[in-house]
């Protein structure tokens, strides 16, 4: 039997149309927005957006621009044509406009549609250069009563000028009869808010500007905080730029009326930005600096950050602060423009697109959170073009560009951070108030509750008691230690053991030879019982120097390997270098592999590549001993990365304090505290102190244990 071909087009609902406006664009502020971005596509100077809402009866919204206007032909052949690619072809042929050299930020033919979201009869008046006056009506009401939209046409006039008169060009846009929900004082103030920044507020004004006002109720958006002022009273002020792997960045602490305090400015350029890991993903297959190939596809990036401080103390002097902290609460966030133009919704209320708020629970005291950061990110739109736009103009689509620009705005944030938290110490110092979370000492009461005892001579009495709660109090900290210790060392013990096992299996797979395989899988078993030691609860027992470095050795060694790390450790060539302590071998196994692991991350911070070949890597980790201190013998670990940019040793012991973007701060703070309750601490000695060869000018620790053996 033959069969019949039929060739049918697709015949749109008239109401596909209101359908895009509405689903498409999230919120009727969005459309409004929208609107703008449309006027500076036109090349326009100056958008007035009036809300005239005097009238219930007949309540409007205008847009108006002072752009290039359109043509009967342009809404014939492009703002007619739903999805047309005017747009797109100008920004890949990088056709740039007339008068002020823009690139369009349109791209999908979408946009237009906004205006739909907003009322159901629409007026645009348009006029471009040397044209006539075209004047195009939309009524919602008949359009959607007609079945489809080619039987619903829409109506143009064309007269002489009466609103574009002279050689005036640009386009109105009239909205009546608008939907619901009803424009409300605070939906207003927050549209205010949103269309003033849509130019970036950080920089000089440029050649575009955006202008709101509601006759009839101008005391809406009257007494709103001028943004020059609000950036002036910022604690803190951080700027930065990355081109090409190459990252210049300034910092300043401004001094606080009323505290003894001076400010503080430091800059570096050609530094490196360092990563914190992606989603999803491990440190292992990951860069932890930028690089070039950082920024491909989104081209340079810059930023600036003003950071405040909410502290009762410092707003107190602050003044008005009850203003400051609502437009924080209100506006606070991290935004994103691309040439100068604000990309919605990046930094919204609602829209936490770098997980700060989450950051600052896990550390409280010393992130930033978006309620106290007002900060800007700047793009190039010629150079970004792996980042795309969604269709409902809620940020970019979250692909692996997406995910970097992520990261990189994190490790900028991260450097802040690291700088603030020097700042944020000197404040707690002035206005006394502890940044320790730990459980508070006991040792000075202790001490004095004794010399009480001794003058009241009732020391036999009660000593033993006093003694009891000492000692409680002892082994709760170590119990409390240990499970932090633990927990440090948990990430470590998956991320070993997982490389172990895919690198039997690639061995496995790739049919290699039954001995190599054999070599993995002890290997492996080797690791295993490196962290069966390091969780195992162990009293204090006289240990040698040779078994903790060796168990550390083995706990890290796939890490050392894969990150193609030479290793020198004279104990294990010459057994006069090795000494015996009494120690918790489980507790100061896991303070030595903080150290290996800092040693392991910064290594590679300052040696990002290798040779192909991943060998003559310049990556350098030495492990000694020394009896150069007075209190006992030690073991030093040093290596040739970027050392501890001039950090204080109270500053690195100090729980919370990092310089890694997404680091805890705890590590080298647990080690300190794991050799104190082993009658031992950390120092931070000089090279020369403590005899470490030339080559291994980076970090230095040494682990000093009690007496000598």
Known sequence: MATTEIRLPFRPRARLLQLLGNELIGSPRLAVFELVKNAYDADANEVDVEFNLQSKNDPMISVTDDGEGMSLEVLRSVWLVPGDDFRRKQRDDRSRSRKHNRLPLGEKGLGRFAVHKLGNRIRLITRATNCEECVVEIDWNDMIAQPYLDEAPVKIGVRSPEVFTGMETGTRVEIRELRPPAWTRGEVRRLHTQITSICSPFSEPGEFRAVLSVPGNESWIEALPDLREVLGRANWRFSFELDAGRFDWSYEFRQIPGFNLNGRQ???VKDSLQLPAGPESSRRNEKVVADEST??????????????????????RMGDSRLLTSYLDENGGIRVYRDGIRVYNYGERGD????????RVNVPTQKISRNIILGAVHLSLESSDDLIEMTNREGFVENEACNRLRQIVLGAVGTLEAERRIDKERIRRLTEKPSDPTIAQVDKPIQQLRQALVREDVVESFEPYVAKIEQD?????????????SGLNLAVVFHEVDRGVRALHRVIVDGSDMERADAQAKQLVRVLDGFSTLLRRDSKKIHRAHELVALAKRFNNLR??????????????????????TF?????LGALSNL????????RVRWPELCSDGKNSSR????????????GPAIVVADNGTGFQGDPPDHLVRPFYTRKPDGMGLGLYYANLAMELNGGYLAFPSRSEVDVPDEFDGAVVAMVFQGRS
Not at 473 to 485: H, P, R, S
Request: hydrophobic share 40%.
């Open 266 to 268: 430091i800059s570096k």
């Open 560 to 581: 050392i390997k894969s990150h193609h790390v030479q290793f020198r450790c004279p104990i294990f060539e010459d057994e006069s270098h090795d000494f015996r302590s």
């Open 473 to 485: 109090y002892l082994d709760m900290q170590e119990t409390l230690l240990a499970a932090g210790m």
């Open 596 to 603: 290996f692991d800092n040693a392991l991350y910064w290594l």
């Open 584 to 588: 918790s071998l489980p507790l100061v």
């Open 352 to 359: 936490d697109w770098l997980g700060l708020d989450l950051r």
């Open 620 to 631: 350098q980790l030495y492990v000694g001993t020394t009896l150069c201190f007075d209190h």
């Open 295 to 316: 920024t491909c596809g989104i081209g340079p990036v810059s930023g600036e950050f003003y950071v405040f401080d909410r502290g009762r103390e410092v707003l107190q």
